[in-house]
């Protein structure tokens, strides 16, 4: 199978060399439903380590885009957000969020681990948190980019979470089109109980995944800084209202504040201090966005005693006053 032609990327980042991928050799490349058939498995999908050391690989919120998501998930057509880039995007990672993507019709290649992976019409592509991943698509392409955070997983099935930790793509069946299709139509309608709604197809996408991974992904080796971080990660998601500060989470990971900082630095791009800020904003956004809850009581929750205080750090994280935030997210704008 002949592979798409490399090119430098558009901005600056990481290219394949710089991934320092030989810990794990790359997949063979192929259309995606018709891939090399790992041991016992069907041939139509691929499980892909993401492992790598280095750490010029950007952290994005979404590519290019720090902010955090103003909504209980992101959902966007690869066109939107690949053909304003010249249908190329470099490498970055998602610290807190993970991705479904949909190609309909076109092709591209997928980049992992220095590894570029072809996939063709009718594709389905995993990526979990943390993953160092680009792509390249053919222009016009068209498909849906499905992006929600973690905690959004794991509220939707607790265990999806855990059993999603390896990259994969494979085959799109009917189902799984349908289910992005549906949540594209949910996420746009707004019409009455559109949080249930799309939480129950975010259960029903999270099944679909784990099925079509067979349980591999969960059992894929991960670096002792990766396997350290998503540790915290875990263990934030678990403490974040209660517990502020780093040396919390590294006592409870039997490690020095200096050690997980310096881990968090070199997979995320991000202090631990940071991704704990992050975090508590995170809930803040979706407090405001989801619930009537009044802004002194959600800052109060979140550690805030003086609403002062929490109205200028959630400025500082989204560039928005808390109620102009929520005034937003009810206009849908």
């Given at each position: 199978?002949?592979q798409?032609?490399?090119?430098?990327?558009?901005?600056?980042a990481?290219?394949?060399?710089?991934?320092?991928?030989?810990?794990?050799?790359?997949?063979?490349?192929?259309?995606a439903?018709?891939?090399?058939?790992?041991?016992?498995?069907?041939?139509?999908?691929?499980?892909?380590?993401?492992?790598?050391?280095?750490?010029?690989?950007?952290?994005?919120?979404?590519?290019?885009?720090?902010?955090?998501?103003?909504?209980?998930?992101?959902?966007?057509?690869?066109?939107?957000?690949?053909g304003?880039?010249?249908?190329?995007?470099?490498?970055?990672?998602?610290?807190?969020?993970?991705?479904?993507?949909?190609?309909?019709?076109?092709?591209?290649?997928l980049?992992?681990?220095?590894?570029?992976?072809?996939?063709?019409?009718?594709?389905?592509?995993?990526?979990?948190?943390?993953?160092?991943?680009?792509?390249?698509?053919?222009?016009?392409?068209?498909?849906?980019?499905?992006?929600?955070?973690?905690?959004?997983?794991?509220?939707?099935?607790?265990?999806?979470?855990?059993d999603?930790?390896?990259?994969?793509?494979?085959?799109?069946?009917?189902?799984?089109?349908?289910?992005?299709?549906?949540?594209?139509r949910?996420?746009?309608?707004?019409?009455?109980?559109?949080?249930?709604?799309?939480?129950?197809?975010?259960?029903?996408?999270?099944l679909?995944?784990?099925?079509?991974?067979?349980?591999?992904?969960a059992?894929?080796?991960?670096?002792?800084?990766?396997?350290?971080?998503?540790?915290?990660?875990d263990?934030?998601?678990?403490?974040?209202?209660?517990?502020?500060?780093?040396?919390?989470?590294?006592?409870?990971?039997?490690?020095?504040?200096?050690?997980?900082?310096?881990?968090?630095?070199?997979?995320?791009?991000?202090?631990?201090?940071?991704?704990?800020?992050?975090?508590?904003?995170?809930?803040a956004?979706?407090?405001?966005?989801?619930?009537?809850?009044?802004?002194?009581e959600?800052?109060?929750?979140?550690?805030?005693?003086?609403?002062a205080?929490?109205?200028?750090?959630?400025?500082?994280?989204?560039?928005?006053?808390?109620?102009d935030?929520?005034?937003?997210?009810?206009?849908?704008?």
């Amino acid at each position: 199978m002949q592979q798409l032609a490399e090119k430098k990327p558009r901005r600056a980042a990481a290219d394949d060399t710089d991934l320092n991928a030989h810990d794990v050799p790359p997949l063979p490349v192929g259309i995606a439903h018709q891939a090399t058939r790992a041991a016992g498995e069907a041939d139509n999908k691929w499980y892909i380590s993401c492992m790598t050391r280095r750490t010029e690989i950007p952290a994005f919120a979404l590519y290019g885009e720090r902010a955090g998501l103003p909504d209980l998930l992101h959902v966007e057509t690869i066109r939107d957000r690949a053909g304003p880039l010249d249908w190329e995007i470099a490498m970055h990672r998602h610290p807190s969020l993970v991705q479904f993507l949909w190609l309909d019709t076109g092709g591209g290649a997928l980049r992992l681990d220095g590894g570029t992976h072809e996939f063709g019409p009718g594709t389905a592509i995993f990526l979990p948190r943390l993953c160092p991943h680009g792509f390249r698509f053919s222009p016009g392409a068209q498909g849906l980019v499905v992006t929600l955070p973690v905690a959004a997983l794991t509220e939707a099935m607790e265990q999806a979470a855990a059993d999603l930790v390896a990259p994969w793509l494979g085959a799109a069946d009917a189902q799984f089109t349908a289910l992005m299709q549906e949540i594209a139509r949910e996420h746009a309608a707004r019409d009455p109980y559109r949080t249930e709604a799309l939480r129950a197809r975010i259960v029903l996408l999270a099944l679909w995944a784990i099925r079509a991974s067979g349980g591999i992904a969960a059992r894929q080796p991960r670096s002792a800084y990766g396997g350290l971080v998503t540790a915290f990660l875990d263990l934030l998601e678990r403490e974040f209202r209660a517990q502020k500060e780093t040396v919390f989470y590294a006592a409870a990971l039997h490690r020095t504040a200096s050690h997980l900082t310096r881990a968090c630095k070199a997979v995320t791009g991000q202090t631990a201090s940071a991704l704990i800020r992050e975090r508590v904003m995170l809930e803040a956004r979706r407090e405001l966005a989801y619930t009537a809850r009044r802004v002194a009581e959600i800052g109060y929750d979140l550690g805030y005693e003086d609403p002062a205080h929490f109205a200028k750090a959630f400025r500082a994280a989204t560039g928005h006053a808390p109620r102009d935030f929520r005034a937003q997210v009810a206009r849908g704008s």
